[in-house]
């Protein structure tokens, strides 16, 4: 019998579509163990990294004149009520001010969470996101990342010492070229137990039906 399923995600952290995505993964783990808790499943969930702008600047700019300059004023707005009534839905509280940018640095802070445990690196994830979709934060900023580090339980020094280095960057380039050699074009991607995908933020029925797969082929 399946006793732990895996789930491996490539997302970027300026992605507002991935915190759906993961919200959404989240209420599906919880409901699918609500409904057996006599043979209790554990889930693993490991994150990997995704640049939807590889060509974003190291120092952050502003995020509305961004997104003014990529989509336009009117499909900017269009974007942002839908993304204001999904997030509602999810628990999302999205705020659009601050600063964006490149988000090498957020994936190799990801990378020392990894080397801890996959709880650890999925508190950072949750950080991550809270921080630049919620409280405005600017991703570039080692300031930002350190406080992310710290509230997701990482030792103050070992992140100072990580992100005043190239710690992880490495990894995380090899990481980025495999999600294209394999075609992701798009995230949040998620792979269960090495063989199922599921591409966007699906909703929590697409997670279920997967995970009841597993159950039922092993029961």
């Given amino acids: 019998m399946v006793k732990n399923i895996d789930i491996k995600v490539v997302s970027d952290t300026v992605c507002p579509w991935c915190y759906v995505g993961k919200q959404r993964m989240d209420k599906a783990i919880s409901e699918f163990q609500s409904f057996n808790p006599a043979s209790p499943i554990t889930f693993t969930t490991t994150w990997y990294p995704f640049y939807l702008n590889p ?3 190291k120092i952050g700019e502003d995020k509305n004149a961004m ?3 990529k989509f336009g004023e009117e499909r900017m707005k269009m974007m942002r009520a839908r993304m204001l009534q999904i997030g ?3 628990g999302i509280n999205f705020k659009w001010g601050g600063k964006t940018g490149n988000t090498r640095d957020t994936h190799r802070l990801l990378q020392l969470g990894k080397s801890k445990s996959p709880e650890v690196q999925t508190r950072v994830v949750e950080e991550l996101f809270k921080a630049y979709h919620e409280n ?3 991703p570039t900023s080692h300031e930002v990342l350190q406080k992310v580090g ?3 339980g990482l030792d103050a020094k070992e ?5 005043g280095s190239d710690k992880g960057g490495p990894l995380v380039d090899r990481e980025v070229e495999e999600a294209q050699r394999r075609y992701i074009q798009g995230v949040p991607h998620f792979t269960i137990q090495g063989k199922y995908e599921l591409e ?4 929590p029925s697409a997670f279920l039906q997967i995970f ?3 159950k039922d082929q092993d029961a």
């Fill in 212 to 214: 009841k797969m597993l």
């Fill in 136 to 138: 405005e934060q600017d």
């Fill in 67 to 69: 997104y003014a300059r």
């Fill in 159 to 163: 992140v100072k010492e990580w992100l």
């Fill in 150 to 152: 710290e509230d997701a």
């Fill in 200 to 203: 966007g933020a699906q909703e």
């Fill in 88 to 90: 509602e839905a999810e």
């Fill in 55 to 57: 060509a974003a600047p």
